[in-house]
T-cell receptor, first 115, second 112 residues
């Protein structure tokens, strides 16, 4: 079945630094990728939707200058958390799909801890 | 605004028991509803997807039902096993958008 690889699985960084998370579709072309954030005991919240070659569409309340998303190819999207702060500590998960209405496939997530 | 609620938040059962997890949503304008499994610190595994025109889907010991008009879905797990212990998430795909709206999940513990 389709596989989405997310890297790293966990990262610890100091406040003020930037962290990049990668999301790759391994055996299909991901036309659209989604980035979610999940705080403890909360539901997954969509942060942004990115289409290959286009600017990402951010959900209300998500700072686009803080969470930089790049989807430059059909198999790779990256999320960069810039100037990370402790309140950005969370579980970030990407998902990807091929053509519209095709199944979504999720990565295994990245646990970000900002100290 | 679509809201998804899952009840109960946590459930602990002995091995072998049949159980039902509940999901409700406020807006019936959906493409489909999915049930996912999430293990601690891991991503999501899709269990069942029910299209808006369908009433139920089955996979092995799992059966999911959908009553779109009342905004409800249930996930039935038969003969539960310790390996079923995980958090179960319900998500609806909003009609007219790419968006999935998730519930907070039900944390299931099956005791040997």
């Amino acid at each position: 079945g389709a596989v989405v690889s997310q890297h790293p699985s966990w990262v610890i960084c100091k406040s003020g630094t930037s962290v990049k998370i990668e999301c790759r579709s391994l055996d299909f072309q991901a036309t659209t990728m989604f980035w979610y954030r999940q705080f403890p005991k909360q539901s997954l919240m969509l942060m942004a939707t990115s289409n290959e070659g286009s600017k990402a569409t951010y959900e209300q309340g998500v700072e686009k200058d803080k969470f930089l998303i790049n989807h430059a190819s059909l198999t790779l999207s990256t999320l960069t958390v810039t100037s990370a702060h402790p309140e950005d500590s969370s579980f970030y998960i990407c998902s990807a799909r091929g053509v519209q209405n095709s199944p979504l496939h999720f990565g295994n997530g990245t646990r970000l801890t900002v100290t | 605004k679509q809201e998804v609620t899952q009840i109960p938040a946590a459930l602990s059962v002995p091995e072998g028991e049949n159980l039902v997890l509940n999901c409700s949503f406020t807006d019936s304008a959906i493409y489909n509803l999915q049930w996912f499994r999430q293990d601690p610190g891991k991503g999501l595994t899709s269990l069942l997807l029910i299209q808006s025109s369908q009433r139920e889907q089955t996979s092995g010991r799992l059966n999911a039902s959908l009553d779109k008009s009342s905004g409800r879905s249930t996930l039935y797990i038969a003969a539960s096993q310790p390996g079923d212990s995980a958090t179960y998430l319900c998500a609806v795909h909003i009609r007219g958008s790419e968006k999935l709206v998730f519930g907070k999940g039900t944390k299931l513990t099956v005791n040997p």
